[in-house]
């Protein structure tokens, strides 16, 4: 919801195996207090290749299918990642399982506005010292302990002072 008072912004990897781990977990805590919190989606493609996947993705945005590739992504990583580098040629192959049309998203993802995001979460990821993915942040406090139940309190914390009762 646009109108939450709880921001969740989460530095990912497509290619970040924790990333993919932490998915389930969001939707868990959003589902958990619908309307109350705003889920941000930044990069950081600390992955060799990568940015080639977040081009994708952002191109998947424009056909309207983004969580769905996000999670296809995240769901087949060993089907496109070797010893922690992007196979982008097994990525094409699995795009029509969420119905995108992979030629549009080969143009697409070209667009020099996809770079600019690219640039602008990997400048704001080292400003904000990100050096690993996931990275959280729960109103501009970061995850600190790393782990699922730190988050956890920390979301349960900013719902209750956002939203007492």
Same mark, same amino acid.
């Given at each position: 919801? %646009?109108?939450?008072?709880?921001?969740?912004? =989460?530095?990912? %990897? !497509? #290619?970040?195996?924790?990333?993919?781990?932490?998915?389930?977990?969001?939707?868990?805590?959003?589902?958990?207090? !619908?309307?109350?919190?705003?889920?941000?989606?930044?990069?950081?493609? @600390?992955?060799?290749? &990568?940015?080639? #996947?977040?081009?994708?993705?952002?191109? &998947? =945005?424009?056909?309207?299918?983004?969580?769905? +590739?996000?999670?296809?992504?995240? /769901?087949?990583?060993? +089907?496109?990642?070797?010893?922690?580098?992007?196979?982008?040629?097994? $990525?094409?192959?699995?795009?029509?399982?969420?119905?995108? %049309?992979?030629? *549009?998203?080969?143009?697409?993802?070209?667009?020099? /506005?996809? &770079? #600019?995001? $690219?640039?602008?979460?990997?400048? %704001? #990821?080292?400003?904000?010292?990100?050096?690993?993915? !996931?990275? @959280? @942040?729960?109103?501009? =406090?970061?995850?600190?302990? @790393?782990?699922? *139940?730190?988050?956890?309190?920390?979301? =349960?914390?900013?719902? /209750?002072?956002?939203?007492?009762?």
């Amino acid at each position: 919801s %646009d109108d939450a008072k709880v921001y969740i912004v =989460k530095f990912t %990897d !497509p #290619a970040c195996e924790t990333c993919a781990s932490f998915s389930p977990f969001i939707k868990q805590a959003m589902g958990a207090f !619908p309307g109350q919190i705003k889920f941000v989606i930044r990069y950081a493609p @600390f992955h060799e290749g &990568a940015d080639g #996947a977040v081009r994708i993705l952002e191109a &998947a =945005k424009k056909q309207g299918k983004f969580w769905e +590739t996000l999670e296809l992504l995240y /769901r087949r990583q060993a +089907t496109w990642t070797q010893h922690h580098r992007v196979r982008i040629d097994k $990525i094409w192959p699995l795009l029509p399982e969420v119905g995108l %049309d992979v030629e *549009r998203v080969k143009v697409d993802m070209k667009d020099p /506005r996809i &770079a #600019a995001i $690219i640039e602008q979460d990997l400048a %704001d #990821a080292e400003a904000l010292g990100v050096r690993k993915t !996931p990275s @959280f @942040f729960v109103n501009g =406090k970061p995850l600190e302990p @790393f782990g699922a *139940r730190p988050l956890a309190a920390l979301i =349960k914390a900013e719902i /209750r002072e956002q939203y007492p009762e």
